[in-house]
DNA sequence: CTGGGGAGGGGGCCC
DNA sequence: CGGGCCCCCTCCCCA
């Protein structure tokens, strides 16, 4: 008995002293395992300082960028409050029609001021020439940072010709950064006034022969792009401009197409010895490259300068604040194209400027306003995004494979493309996704969707006002004119222009209510109808009577009220 | 007169 | 390029 109680005793002795190895050797193993984490932990915490410092620094540096450039800009206020006024530039977003003066459909062209690094670059662009087609990859190579160039700094700009011999004057970066050398000027007034910014890098991509690029010092440009100042906006329109070039766009078909092209996009320089003209910008081939470009916008020679050191920011403020916009005449297309375009890119950024609806009166009326107010609006450019976001892609060319995976893969799904348009009333802040990562496998259908985003309609129908982004829109416009409607109701006989009207219209018929409140489960053949029900619950009454105060719930009801209380039609 | 539902017209946008 | 969907606007009608 004592012997086996011993005999425990060791057994379990020895089990204590076996677990207390495993004991061992498992604390061992999770302080290791800790350990290891631990190193890995302080690895990644590294990193993110590491990052977070050069973040930092990044930060400064733009924030001194920013204050200097202030001051700068401040100080050339000031300089040009004391000018005399004749120093504006009038022949900004100024377009010409093809074959009108010297201008013949061959010379097309696009000058990007050389240090703002927004172009598009590396993107074939076709130039139409009549007799044949001239692509080129136009790759610009510039410094990080454009102030590091110096003052004398310019662009490097690689030229790949696909066809034709190269051309002395092509490959051209003008400087014109002398000391002393007159500035580029747009007036006689300013030819005759030195300016303090002489730097004016000017890159010339035709492939066309003929094509010539010259400082915009010459008065006989000024004296062509005056005149195509006062063509008129009609004369922008040209059905083969249609033509999309290296995107395989087809051109339009009919003449009934004209290209609203935007002739903010547009500039006219002549060559001082040839009398060549180039017509730089909305060429509907480039317009993939170049409609999103800043460097392309009209420019007056102070934010052309500006411009060529990359100073976008200034140049948008300029624009947005200095009354450009309600120019008459070639301005009212920069309405169109900045209320409707590009600055609404701001506006995903702070979405709150916008209304919840997204009918075009109220976004006009929106973006408008907040441009107005909001003179810094297009710091936010969308350029900037992205080539603050990756430069190399900005360098990849629509053709390039890469160039697709300029937009975020993991955003290109239905879900995320159903979020971005999303739903009900809140999709109508669809321009909060201007820039939006959608995908798209085709450089055509990339050129398309950027005209969302820009707002570039350049189908314009010939017997009204409205412009359209996309060929089939304007089609489906114009039964508007013809009045065709084709669809018609089997069982009412009714027309209609659209395949859509005819089965909303059929609802009648089979009684289909698909749109139920939750509220108090009445149901609509329609969703805004529906959407006005809502308010009978909400009891939301937007509209305001401005004579009286009264408020309604439907615009109409206001309207109504206004023509029968206040005579006012 | 106003509120509210029904329904067509038409633009924007994506597939 | 057509189809389709979403959305807004507007008109009509009726309570």
Redesign the pocket.
């Known amino acids: 008995m004592a012997t086996c109680n011993s005999n425990v005793m060791i057994f379990h002795t020895q089990i204590a002293s076996i677990m207390e190895v495993l004991a061992n050797a498992a604390v061992a193993e999770i302080c290791k395992l800790v350990d290891d984490d631990y190193a890995v932990f302080r690895l990644e915490i590294t990193q993110s300082q590491k990052e977070n410092r050069a973040l930092r620094r990044k930060l400064q540096l733009i924030e001194l960028k920013v204050t200097r450039e202030r001051a700068e800009r401040t100080t050339r206020e000031r300089v040009l409050a004391s000018r005399p006024s004749s120093v504006k530039i009038p022949d900004r977003y100024r377009g010409i029609t093809r074959g009108e003066g010297h201008l013949t459909e061959g010379h097309r062209s696009f000058v990007k001021p050389a240090g703002h690094r927004t172009w598009r670059d590396d993107q074939p662009i076709t130039i139409d020439e009549g007799s044949g087609t001239s692509t080129q990859r136009v790759i610009v190579i510039e410094s990080a940072d454009a102030e590091e160039a110096g003052p004398g700094g310019s662009s490097l700009v690689k030229q790949e010709r696909t066809e034709g011999e190269e051309d002395p004057r092509h490959s051209i970066d003008i400087q014109i950064g002398a000391v002393g050398v007159a500035p580029p000027v747009a007036t006689e007034d300013f030819a005759s006034a030195p300016h303090p910014r002489a730097q004016c890098s000017i890159t010339e991509v035709s492939g066309t022969p003929n094509a010539v690029l010259k400082s915009e010092k010459d008065t006989e440009t000024l004296t062509v792009t005056q005149r195509f100042l006062h063509t008129g906006l009609n004369q922008m329109s040209d059905p083969e401009r249609l033509e999309l070039g290296p995107l395989g766009c ?1 051109s ?2 009919g003449s009934d197409y004209l290209l609203y092209g935007n002739p903010s996009l547009r500039t006219v320089h002549s060559h001082g010895d040839s009398g060549d003209v180039l017509e730089t910008g909305n060429d509907s081939s480039c317009s993939y490259t170049t409609e999103m470009d800043p460097g392309n916008m009209p420019l007056d020679l102070e934010t052309q300068t500006d411009l060529s050191r990359g100073d976008w920011n200034r140049y948008s403020s300029s624009v947005y604040s200095e009354g450009c916009l309600d120019k008459k005449g070639e301005v009212i297309v920069i309405d169109e194209r900045t209320v409707k375009g590009e600055a609404p890119l701001t506006w995903n950024v702070d979405e709150t400027h916008l209304g ?7 976004d006009f009326l929106d973006y408008r306003e907040s441009l107005e107010t909001n003179p810094n609006v297009a710091s936010h450019s969308p350029l900037h995004t992205l080539r603050d976001l990756d430069t190399v892609s900005m360098l990849m060319g629509p053709s390039d494979s890469q160039s697709r995976d300029f937009f975020d893969p993991v955003l290109n799904s ?1 879900d995320q ?1 159903a979020k ?9 802040n ?2 909060e ?1 201007r820039f ?1 990562n ?1 995908g798209f496998n085709c450089p055509q259908k990339v050129e398309i ?1 950027q ?2 985003h820009i707002g570039v ?1 350049p189908f314009s129908c010939t017997q009204c006002h ?1 412009h ?6 304007l ?3 114009q ?2 004119h013809t009045g065709e ?1 084709p669809f018609s109701c089997v069982q009412c006989h ?1 027309h ?6 005819l ?3 059929q ?2 018929h089979t009684g289909e ?1 698909p749109f139920s409140c939750t509220q108090c489960h ?8 529906l ?3 809502l ?2 619950h909400t009891g939301e ?1 937007p509209f305001a009577c401005p004579h009286c105060g ?8 206001l ?3 206004q023509q ?2 206040h005579s006012i039609l």
Do not use: L, W, Y
């Not at 919840?356 to 109220?362: E, K, P, T």
């Not at 971005?420 to 109508?428: E, F, K, L, W």
């Not at 209609?496 to 009207?501: E, L, N, P, S, V």
């Open positions: 087809p339009a078909p919840v609806g997204h009918s075009q009166g109220r239905k493309r971005a348009r999303g739903g009900g009333a809140t999709s109508g669809s321009k996704k939006c959608e969707h005209r969302v309609k409205m359209f982004a996309e060929a089939g829109n089609k489906r416009h039964r508007v409607k009714m209609f222009a659209r395949t859509g009207d089965k909303r219209h609802r009648v209510k009445m149901r609509f053949a329609q969703a805004g109808n959407k006005m029900h308010k009978v009454r009264k408020r309604f719930s439907e615009r109409r009801c309207r109504i009220h029968k209380k």
